[in-house]
C-alpha cells in the first residue's frame, strides 16, 4: 500500500483561495502576527498599538473586503492610516514581503493574487 511521506502531502496540499470574510481576518491577523514579530516593522505597529488596537483591525478587515470583494461597509479614508509605510524604501519591502508571505501561506488563486497586486499601491507616508 503507498504512504505518502510528508512532504509529499504538504505539496498536494491545494491552498484556498480568499473567498469571505473569514479569510481576510485571517489574512490580517497573520499579516498583522508577522509585522508585530518583524525588527524593521514591529516599532511602528507597536506605535498604533497605542490607540484602540481592535478599531484599527476592523478597519483593516473593512479594508480589505472592500477592495477584494466591493463591499462598502467602510467609512472615512479611502486606505486606512493602520496600512501605513512608508511609499518606498526597506519598510515598504519588508511590509510588502511580509504580506506576500501571509498570503502565500493561506491561500492560492485569483483573489490571494490580486491582494498581492493591490498590496503594491498602498504608499501611504508614515508621519
Same mark, same amino acid.
Given at each position: 500500500m503507498y504512504h505518502p511521506t510528508p512532504s509529499?502531502? %504538504?505539496?498536494?496540499?491545494?491552498?484556498?483561495?480568499? +473567498?469571505?470574510e473569514g479569510? &481576510?481576518?485571517l489574512l490580517v491577523d497573520c499579516f498583522c502576527q508577522k509585522a508585530h514579530q518583524d525588527a524593521l516593522l514591529a516599532p511602528i505597529?507597536?506605535?498604533m498599538a497605542a490607540v484602540h488596537w481592535?478599531?484599527?483591525?476592523?478597519?483593516?478587515?473593512?479594508?480589505? %473586503?472592500?477592495?477584494?470583494?466591493?463591499?462598502?461597509? +467602510?467609512?472615512?479614508?479611502? &486606505?486606512?492610516?493602520?496600512l501605513a509605510m512608508p511609499?518606498?524604501?526597506s519598510y515598504q519591502r519588508q511590509w510588502i514581503g511580509l504580506f506576500n508571505k501571509a498570503v502565500e501561506?493561506?491561500?492560492a488563486g485569483a483573489k490571494a493574487e490580486e491582494a498581492k497586486v493591490k498590496a503594491q499601491t498602498i504608499t501611504i507616508t508614515i508621519e
Open positions: 509529499q502531502l %504538504s505539496m498536494s496540499t491545494v491552498l484556498p483561495d480568499i +473567498r469571505n479569510d &481576510i481576518k505597529f507597536g506605535a481592535p478599531n484599527h483591525l476592523t478597519s483593516l478587515y473593512d479594508y480589505w %473586503s472592500s477592495t477584494l470583494f466591493g463591499r462598502t461597509n +467602510r467609512t472615512g479614508q479611502p &486606505i486606512p492610516q493602520q511609499a518606498r524604501g501561506e493561506n491561500f
